[in-house]
């Protein structure tokens, strides 16, 4: 735990996914709210088809959504959200003819009933 999900227009040629996903989990760990790097869990999934509003003009989006254990507060749930989102926005050059959207949302998962084991 947790589990974070990245999804990504196709017209973000210039994503670097596996640095994103490593400075994603970076930020998550250094959040001290995680017991260790192994649990940290995420990928990334590249939209091809996608419209963004009504406009014809060239846009974008970055969502990510953090899936992680119930029982934390808003105020750590909105810290994550910003610490994620303030990692994306420093992710380097955006392509200029793009409107981008950056979102982090933040979700329980249900301690009840989540099951997990590692193996190896």
Same mark, same amino acid.
């Given at each position: 735990? !947790?589990? #974070?999900?990245?999804?990504?227009?196709?017209?973000?040629?210039?994503?670097?996914? *596996?640095? $994103?996903?490593?400075?994603?989990?970076?930020?998550?760990?250094?959040?001290?709210?995680?017991?260790? *790097?192994?649990?940290?869990?995420?990928?990334?999934?590249?939209?091809?088809?996608?419209?963004?509003?009504?406009?014809?003009?060239?846009?974008?989006?970055?969502?990510? $959504?953090?899936?992680?254990?119930?029982?934390?507060? !808003?105020?750590?749930?909105?810290? #994550?959200?910003?610490?994620? #989102?303030?990692?994306?926005?420093?992710?380097?050059?955006? !392509?200029?003819?793009?409107?981008?959207?950056?979102?982090?949302?933040? #979700?329980?998962?249900?301690?009840?009933?989540?099951?997990?084991?590692?193996?190896?």
């Amino acid at each position: 735990m !947790p589990h #974070l999900h990245l999804e990504y227009t196709a017209n973000l040629t210039g994503l670097a996914v *596996e640095k $994103t996903l490593l400075r994603l989990n970076n930020v998550l760990m250094a959040s001290g709210q995680f017991g260790s *790097e192994f649990d940290i869990k995420s990928r990334a999934v590249k939209v091809e088809s996608f419209q963004v509003g009504t406009s014809i003009n060239p846009r974008g989006f970055i969502a990510v $959504t953090l899936s992680m254990l119930s029982g934390r507060s !808003p105020q750590v749930k909105q810290q #994550l959200s910003q610490s994620l #989102l303030a990692a994306l926005q420093d992710l380097g050059e955006w !392509p200029a003819n793009v409107q981008l959207q950056l979102s982090v949302e933040v #979700l329980d998962i249900d301690r009840d009933s989540y099951s997990k084991v590692a193996i190896g």
